[in-house]
Every structure is written in C-alpha cells, then in structure tokens.
C-alpha cells in the first residue's frame, strides 16, 4: 500500500551566501591583469616612442 501526501510541502531551499574568497581570488585577479595590461601598453608606447625619435 502506498499513501499519497494530501498537500505538496514546498521546502525552501538556504540561500548561499557570497563567497568571499572566491570574490577576494576574482579582484586580485582582475587588478592584476589591469595591471599587466597597463604595463604592456605604457611599454609599447615607449617602444614605439624611441623608435620612431
């Protein structure tokens, strides 16, 4: 014999909160690659700067 539920419970699932280290890895991330970015285009600059004087 098997019984069926007379009303479908609805169980909220727990929201997850912000993973802070996850959004601590993404901004070094992020300001390091700006950075680096940064670098190579002032370094191209100054290349072509002193090649084209």
């Known amino acids: ?27 070094t991330i992020t300001i390091v690659m700006l950075a680096w970015i940064g670098g190579l285009v002032w370094a191209s600059i100054a290349f072509f700067n002193w090649l084209v004087s």
Do not use: S
């Open 1 to 27: 014999m098997t019984h069926k539920a007379a009303a479908d419970v609805v169980v909220p699932t727990p929201r997850q909160r912000p993973d802070l280290l996850g959004i601590t890895y993404l901004g």
